[in-house]
C-alpha cells in the first residue's frame, strides 16, 4: 500500500513537472520583427521572450528555386532585440527575386517571413555611388544624384555578421550637385583586422515606402602614421620630428634617424620612442641630438616604425656639419651635465613655436 501511494506521489510530480516544462515552451515566444533583404545584403533582427540557442537560415529564391544560402548560429536574450546580417555572394541575372529567413531551434522552426526582391530598373535609385571608401579612421562616401531627392543615410561597422557601430544621417537632401558624407570611426579598431561596411540608403518617397539600396565595402586596419614634413627640424645639433596618427588602430611606436656620411659611407642610427601612443589626428614630437658626429655632409633618413620595426613612413633630406658645431666636441668641451637635453628642449621649443604660428 505505501509502495502504492508513493508510485502515485511520484507520477503527479512528474506529470506536474512536465506540464510546466510544456507551459514553458508554449509561452516563449520568437518574433521576427524587422527582416530586409536586396540583393545585396540581407538582415534580420529577432525578439525572444526566452533565453535561447537558435539559428537563423536566409534563403535567396527565384522562380522558386534557391539561388543562395546562408546559415548564422546565434544566441537571443529575453528583451534584447538581435539583429544578425549576410552579405550575398552571387551576382543577380534577374530583375525580382524572393527572400527567405527562417529561425530554428535545434530543428524546431520557430518563425520565418518572406521578402520580395528587386534588381536592376526596379530598384534603382534616383543617384550613383561615385566613391564608397572605409579605411583606418573613418568612412567616405560621395554620391551623385540624377533627380532631386532626400534620403536617410545609415553607415554600420560590421564585424562577421554583427553590427559593431551604426550612425545614421537623416533627411540628406540630394539636388544636382554631388553629396558628400564623411564619418570617423569614434573608438580603436584592431590592428590587421578585415572589417566590412555597409552603407543603407532609404530614398524618401511621396506615397510609397522609402526604396532601400545597400552597399558594401571592406578594409583591413592597420597602424597608420605619417611624418609632418612642415614640422621636421635637422641642424647640427640633431633632429625633431612630429608625427601625426592616421589610424584608429593605436600607434606606440619610435623614430629612427639614420645619418650616413657622404665622405665615410659610415652610418650613425638613433632611436628614441614616441611619448604619446597615436591614433587619428593626435600628433606628438620627438627628437634626438647627435653623438659623435663628425663634420661633413650627411644624407638623413627618418622613419616612423612600429614595434615590429616596421617602417609606416620616413622621411629624407640632407645636412651639413661645420667645423665649429661638433656637437660631441662641444659638449666634452663644456662638461655641462644635461647639455644634450637642453639642446633638444630648444629643438622642439623651435618645432612648437612654427607650429604655433610664431615665427
Do not use: C
Amino acid at each position: 500500500m505505501q509502495i502504492s501511494t508513493q508510485k502515485v506521489i511520484l507520477n503527479v510530480i512528474f506529470l506536474a513537472v512536465s506540464v510546466l516544462i510544456l507551459a514553458s515552451s508554449a509561452s516563449a515566444q520568437v518574433e521576427i520583427s524587422d527582416f530586409f533583404s536586396d540583393f545585396t545584403t540581407s538582415d534580420i533582427t529577432v525578439n525572444s521572450s526566452q533565453d535561447m540557442q537558435v539559428k537563423a537560415i536566409f534563403e535567396l529564391f527565384y522562380a522558386g528555386s534557391q539561388v543562395e544560402s546562408h546559415e548564422v548560429s546565434f544566441r537571443i536574450i529575453p528583451g534584447k532585440p538581435m539583429t544578425k546580417v549576410i552579405i550575398w555572394q552571387k551576382k543577380p541575372q534577374y530583375d525580382y527575386y524572393t527572400a527567405k529567413v527562417s529561425v530554428y531551434n535545434d530543428s524546431k522552426l520557430l518563425t520565418s517571413r518572406l521578402y520580395e526582391v528587386s534588381y536592376g530598373t526596379a530598384s534603382l535609385p534616383g543617384f550613383h555611388v561615385v566613391d564608397f571608401s572605409p579605411t583606418n579612421s573613418g568612412v567616405q562616401l560621395l554620391l551623385r544624384p540624377f533627380n532631386p531627392s532626400a534620403a536617410d543615410i545609415k553607415i554600420e561597422l560590421l564585424d562577421n555578421n554583427d553590427i559593431v557601430y551604426t550612425k545614421t544621417k537623416e533627411d540628406v537632401s540630394l539636388k544636382t550637385t554631388p553629396e558628400e558624407i564623411k564619418m570617423t570611426w569614434p573608438f580603436l579598431l584592431s590592428n590587421n583586422k578585415k572589417y566590412i561596411v555597409r552603407v543603407k540608403i532609404y530614398t524618401h518617397r511621396l506615397y510609397a515606402q522609402p526604396l532601400v539600396n545597400t552597399y558594401v565595402a571592406n578594409f583591413t586596419a592597420t597602424n597608420d602614421v605619417e611624418i609632418l614634413p612642415d614640422d621636421v627640424q635637422v641642424d647640427e645639433y640633431g633632429a625633431s620630428v612630429t608625427v601625426r596618427g592616421k589610424s584608429q588602430v593605436p600607434f606606440d611606436g619610435f623614430i629612427v634617424v639614420k645619418a650616413r656620411s657622404r665622405t665615410t659611407n659610415e652610418t650613425q642610427v638613433y632611436r628614441t620612442q614616441m611619448e604619446e601612443i597615436l591614433v587619428s589626428g593626435k600628433e606628438d614630437t620627438a627628437g634626438v641630438v647627435w653623438k659623435g658626429m663628425a663634420p661633413g655632409a650627411y644624407d638623413v633618413e627618418i622613419l616612423a616604425v612600429d614595434k615590429e620595426n616596421v617602417t609606416i613612413d620616413k622621411y629624407e633630406t640632407a645636412l651639413r656639419i661645420p667645423e665649429y658645431s661638433n656637437v660631441s666636441k662641444s659638449v666634452s668641451a663644456k662638461g655641462t651635465p644635461g647639455f644634450e637635453a637642453i639642446i633638444l628642449m630648444l629643438m622642439l621649443l623651435v618645432v612648437s613655436r612654427r607650429r604655433s604660428g610664431f615665427w
